[in-house]
């Protein structure tokens, strides 16, 4: 199976300040990789899909970048509704594994 | 309007046996695949299982054995169901479709609100 591992486990940050989610992929996963992002009570939300690209109605703040094994999540300027936890996960090959999550708070 | 609604949550005892039904509206679910996937008290997402809409399936080592995910086309629905449940099991449960881009890529890009499964005597 491949393990995703995320870091940090959690990152305090402010509101318009530029903050970096790392996930890495025991192997390589190619681009296979999404990032969705949980507000407490909620279900996830699709953030970016194929590594790098934002899905439809998320705002352009959000971007992704990597391949094979090393993909990042950043945010350009944090606004109040992005704290929240962050996710990634492999769609390479079953099991579809996420990360453990990434807990950003003010 | 794309929706997803699961149910059959409750309190089951160590052992038992739950039948997760996630209604389907917006789409068929024939044409996509279609995912579970749980999320502890207080932890991260976990991946369940998922069925192909050739019908394939595939299990988290979790649950392999013991889970088994199903659709009814007819009814446009999505079940799971958990047999010789355990206390780790405890989780709620939500039910995701998964669809593809162009280029292949897949994702679960819609969610249901979840339902809560908890296992305990």
């Known amino acids: 199976d491949i393990q995703m591992t995320q870091s940090p486990a959690s990152l305090s940050a402010s509101v318009g300040d530029r903050v970096t989610v790392t996930c890495r992929a025991s192997q390589t996963v190619y681009n296979y990789l999404n990032w969705y992002q949980q507000r407490p009570g909620t279900a996830p939300k699709l953030l970016i899909y194929a590594a790098n690209t934002l899905q439809s109605g998320v705002p352009s703040r959000f971007s992704g970048s990597g391949t094979g094994t090393d993909f990042t999540l950043t945010i350009s300027s944090l606004e109040p509704e992005d704290f929240a936890t962050y996710y990634c996960?492999?769609?390479?090959?079953?099991?579809?594994?996420f990360g453990q999550g990434t807990k950003l708070d003010i | 309007e794309v929706q997803l609604v699961e149910s059959g949550g409750g309190l089951i005892q160590p052992g038992g046996s739950l039948r997760l039904s996630c209604a389907v509206s917006g789409f068929n679910v024939s044409v996509y695949y279609m995912s579970w996937v749980r999320q502890a008290p207080g932890k991260g997402l976990e991946w369940v299982s998922v069925i192909y809409s050739g019908g394939n399936t595939y299990y988290a080592d979790s649950v392999k054995g013991r889970f088994t995910i199903s659709r009814d086309n007819s009814k446009n629905m999505l079940f799971l169901q958990m047999n010789s449940l355990r206390a780790e099991d405890t989780a709620v449960y939500y039910c995701?479709?998964?669809?593809?881009?162009?280029?292949?890529?897949?994702?679960?890009?819609?969610w249901g609100q979840g339902t809560l499964v908890t296992v305990s005597s």
């Open positions: 995701a479709r998964d669809d593809f881009d162009g280029s292949g890529y897949y994702m679960s890009d819609c």
């Open positions: 996960q492999q769609t390479f090959t079953t099991p579809h594994n």
